[in-house]
Nanobody, 116 residues
């Protein structure tokens, strides 16, 4: 079955960096776009970025431009979110997402907390 599993979250100081990973299985990873979302309590889940199957970044939220980048390694069935210059407002649960054969799949999320 299709699974996406996020990892790499944690506590980081403002200005710091983290790299999140999302390991995918159960489908032909190289054929599908992957997205990162984030959510804070009381707010809707927000799209952060999407990367196509070919590795083109087609969306990037304005709030993270110049600080976050996404990439994928099709040999490892993994997509990454590199987060630099982190701010307190980046604190959220970060989710990996894909749309395969008519269904949307979400990971369990990984918590990122930016605090001094």
């Amino acid at each position: 079955q299709v699974q996406v599993v996020e990892s790499g979250g944690g506590l980081v100081q403002p200005g710091g960096s983290l790299r999140l990973s999302c390991a995918a299985s159960g489908f032909t990873f190289s054929n599908y776009a992957m997205s990162w979302y984030r959510q804070t309590p009381g707010k809707q889940r927000e799209l952060v970025t999407t990367i196509t199957s070919a590795g083109e970044v087609i969306t990037l939220a304005a709030s993270v431009k110049g600080r976050f980048t996404t990439s994928r390694d099709n040999a490892k069935n993994t997509v990454y979110l590199q987060m630099n210059s982190l701010k307190s407002e980046d604190t959220a649960i970060y989710y990996c997402n894909t749309f395969v054969r008519g269904y949307v799949y979400w990971g369990q999320g990984t918590q990122v907390t930016v605090s001094s």
